[in-house]
């Protein structure tokens, strides 16, 4: 009985000791430790179709493969009918975590 009684409290304070993706989401000094900060790009892209393309940066960013991860987002982004097939460039930010 003593046993198992031991083995019980080593076990509850075991849990414990490892915080959970539950207690990371509720302390948000944990989560902010651990999550990696997102880099603005501000692209300046063409309006072809429903889509964007021939981006560009516009501001200074040190790591290539986040401007990368950025024009390769916007590739995704919808354009609404409205603005489809204008022809026109505008400039968008995305928040790209490296």
């Not at 040190?62 to 916007?74: G, K, Q, W």
Request: hydrophobic residues 55%; glycine residues 4%; contains cysteine.
């Amino acid at each position: 009985m003593l046993a198992a009684s031991l083995l019980a409290l080593s076990l509850s304070q075991a849990v414990q000791a490892t915080p959970s993706k539950l207690d990371q989401l509720a302390d948000p000094a944990v989560a902010a430790d651990s999550a990696p900060k997102a880099v603005a790009v501000v692209l300046d892209c063409q309006i072809a179709a429903k889509a964007l393309t021939d981006c560009k940066a516009l501001n200074e960013v040190a790591d290539a493969s986040v401007v990368a991860e950025a024009i390769r987002l916007a590739g995704g982004v919808a354009v609404p009918d409205a603005l489809a097939d204008s022809g026109k460039r505008i400039h968008i930010r995305m928040n790209v975590a490296p």
